[in-house]
């Protein structure tokens, strides 16, 4: 057999590593070569060994040793597919190698001119030529691709033990608060990938019609959308209306409230963000034929969607709710409720929800109370009362505008508007000045006792929605 070539023999280190790589070992492989024959090869093994020395450079020398009987190799070259490291380095000075021809270079560890060279050391080295650059893009390939393989290999394990990791600036409901919860049996459901949650943990409820809708070809999805300090808890005597006559619900817990994640800190609730995760949200589940249910921040928030999509949207449910543009003053009501929350931040949702709805049993008052165990968890309920836009140039005011006017003069789905006639806050005289800026809204339907969480006792108002809707198809 004629000689090896150097190509010939880096082959055949390259073969070794990849008999590494398979084998979940960093790909790295080594041949010792005497006479144009190979008489040693081996693979990188230090994990299948338990032994921090069992590179392949020493496991080739040492089957080499033992080849020859002899614990100098005179005469002998070694090829490795990566630039040695420190100890390799040096077990080759003391094998006294005639030659070490290595592939890729390693910028990290390499000793033979990467990090350090130990073989242009003249005291050490008096008998080892080195070449490197052999077969270089093939051995490199390798490691790239062995390291991609591995980190994709944990983010995956990471996405299977962990699919929502939790962010340093935010908090998390501990489940066990939100057990057993009276009225409220749904399974939850949660989303991080949308952009703008940059991986927040977003809860919300989706829920499948119990009926086949008899009279529409496509089922309506009621999209529900809930106000400060609630949460999708709100819409639970609802649901089962839509539901039960053919409707999907789709419920989300807006970021701060309910089973999604609460940032730590208040200045986290902007306006634009939250919106900006509502229509991310809607297209992500890909919503159609929705009928779009508001109330409170929910209407706030939820009334500037349409206009960006409004093929999606076929009714509106309007409840207690405004759209704020900063052109009219505030309302009293709305500026005593701001005031009430700026010098009480830590104020008993679990009372406020009592005193508007004598109706409420004290668990389902205290079921208000589940996702907020401290003041830390409360830096929604803070932020959300000072958010509401108040002039022309607050933030959320322009884009309430544009929204006004989409609801004036393009808006072309049929509306149901309800209103709690005990609101002190935006009760029936708000929702008159809004009825008349919604282009085809008839006289409201006015729930007489009930506040400013209508939903309370929306089931009459759930039903009114079924009947306009499956006869408006
Ligand atoms: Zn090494």
């Known amino acids: 057999m004629p000689p090896l070539t150097d190509l010939q ?21 080594a041949v010792v070569v005497k006479n144009g024959e190979i008489i040693a090869s081996a693979c990188n093994a230090p994990i299948a060994l338990n032994d921090p020395c069992a590179h392949a450079e020493i496991l080739a020398l040492r089957t080499a040793a033992k080849v020859l009987g002899n614990y ?29 021809v290595f592939g890729a270079t390693e910028p990290k560890t390499g000793a033979a001119g990467s990090v350090l060279n130990l073989f242009a050391l003249p005291q050490l080295n008096h008998h080892t030529q080195v070449t490197g650059g052999v077969l270089a893009e093939e051995s490199a390939t390798l490691m790239a691709e062995f390291f991609q393989h591995k980190r ?22 501990p489940d066990a608060r939100f057990a057993d919860l009276p009225g409220y049996p749904w399974r939850p459901n949660y989303v991080s990938s949308l952009p703008s949650l940059n991986g927040l943990r977003l809860h919300y409820l989706d829920i499948a019609p119990e009926a ?26 609802m649901i089962p209306i839509f539901s039960q006559n053919g ?32 229509l991310e949200f809607i297209a992500h589940l ?57 010098k009480n931040t830590e104020f008993d949702i679990a009372r406020l929800f009592a005193r508007g709805n004598p109706q409420m049993s004290a668990e389902e008052c205290a079921a208000y109370m589940a996702p907020f165990p401290d003041a830390g968890h409360r830096a929604a309920t ?55 800026r919604i282009r085809g809204c008839t006289e409201p339907m006015v729930i007489a006792q009930g506040g400013h969480f209508v939903q309370e006792m929306g089931e009459p108002i759930a039903q009114a929605a079924v009947q306009l809707f499956s006869r408006s198809n």
């Open 72 to 100: 100098r190799l005179d005469g002998c070259e070694l090829f490795v597919t990566l630039e040695p490291c420190a100890m390799c380095s040096g077990a080759m000075l003391q094998a006294r190698l005639q030659r070490v």
């Open 9 to 29: 023999a880096m082959q055949q280190a390259l073969v070794q590593a990849q008999l590494a790589g398979a084998a979940g070992e960093v790909p790295v492989g």
């Open 152 to 173: 994709a290999q944990k983010r995956m394990e990471r996405q299977e033990t962990n699919p929502h990791p939790l962010r340093d600036d935010a908090l998390r409901t």
């Open 212 to 237: 086949p809708a008899n009279s529409s070809p496509a089922a309506i999805t009621y999209l529900c959308l809930h106000g400060n300090p609630a949460w999708s808890y709100l819409y639970r005597k």
């Open 247 to 278: 409707g999907r619900v789709v419920a989300p817990d807006l970021i701060g409230f309910g089973k999604s994640d609460k940032p730590k800190k208040d200045n986290a609730h902007r306006f634009e963000w939250h919106r900006q995760v509502l």
């Open 382 to 436: 803070r932020s959300f009362p000072a958010m509401v836009p108040e002039f022309a140039d607050s933030p959320g005011a322009a884009i309430s505008r544009e929204a006004q006017a989409f609801w004036s003069n393009s808006w072309s789905g049929q509306t149901l508007m309800a209103v709690g006639a005990q609101d002190p806050v935006l009760g029936f005289p708000v929702m008159q000045a809004l009825q008349q």
């Open 286 to 342: 890909d919503l159609r034929n929705v009928v779009l249910v508001v109330q409170d921040w929910g209407g706030l928030l939820g009334l500037t969607l349409p206009m960006v999509a409004p093929e999606r949207y076929r009714g509106l449910v309007v409840m207690n709710t405004t759209l704020a543009t900063g052109e009219t003053p505030l309302s009293p009501g709305f500026i005593g409720w701001r005031e009430m929350c700026a």
